[in-house]
């Protein structure tokens, strides 16, 4: 199996497990990240969701989990297809959350871009519809 594919099919693995644990399972995570991973979200820290601000090195990861398990509830977390090149692998995906404050719900498209060194993760990024984010938690 080549490095790309091991790594496509850890993530099929962490992903079915967080939708199945309904984002209770940060471990299936935090055991696919190098130490200096840089892990980054397109609300960049905005408004309510100041969890989503970019972050450096896996110890620093517990603010945006916890940020998001108290503030949200997931509904269901669904990938449509992996696509992988060289060390990265794109999920492309559909999600919804419960603001579990307002009680609205953010269901969104979303894609996350992977990068990976020695099948460890070293970059993240995540792309949604900030729109709808910021509507459900105000």
Do not use: Q
Not at 20 to 33: I, Q, Y
Not at 121 to 127: C, G, L, T
């Amino acid at each position: 199996m080549s490095d790309t594919a091991r790594c496509k099919e850890l993530l099929r693995v962490a992903y079915h497990v967080w939708h199945e644990t309904r984002g209770a399972s940060v471990d299936c995570w935090m055991n696919l990240l190098a130490d200096d991973v840089t892990f980054g979200s397109l609300a960049e820290g905005a408004g309510p969701a100041t969890f989503t601000a970019r972050v450096r090195g896996k110890d620093n990861l517990a603010g945006y989990f916890d940020g998001l398990r108290r503030n949200w509830e997931m509904i269901y977390f669904t990938v449509h297809h992996f696509v992988a090149e060289g060390d990265r692998v794109v999920a492309i995906c559909t999600t919804s959350w419960r603001n579990k404050l307002t009680n609205k719900v953010c269901e969104t498209p979303k894609v996350d871009v992977w990068r990976f060194r020695d099948d460890l993760a070293i970059e993240f990024y995540e792309y949604y519809d900030t729109a709808k984010l910021m509507a459900a938690a105000t």
